[in-house]
């Protein structure tokens, strides 16, 4: 799935097939080569690991954007393109 958002060097991807592993609605963040993935719900960090203030910055993004997501995701899961979101530098 293409990215839906980036800043401060984080990419944030959808990827909504993978639901039976991690059986929520979730994004996934890539800094450096390092993924994490947060559910869209809560934020929580359902696998991996971001360095901290990136992981603090990943939280504060989907908490500002739940909202967005949550269209996002259900545009993603009934087979429609997700809309790009703002990043934090935007």
Do not use: C
Request: charged share 20%; aromatic share 10%.
């Amino acid at each position: 799935m293409p990215a839906i958002s980036m800043f401060y060097g984080i990419i944030i991807r959808m990827f909504f097939r993978d639901i039976e592993k991690h059986h929520v609605s979730h994004i996934h963040a890539d800094y450096q080569g390092k993924v994490a993935v947060y559910s869209i719900p809560e934020g929580t960090l359902l696998a991996g690991v971001l360095p901290p203030n990136k992981h603090k910055l990943v939280i504060a993004w989907i908490e500002i954007h739940q909202e967005d997501l949550i269209a996002d995701w259900n545009l993603a899961v009934n087979g429609k393109k997700p809309f790009p979101i703002k990043g934090l530098d935007q």
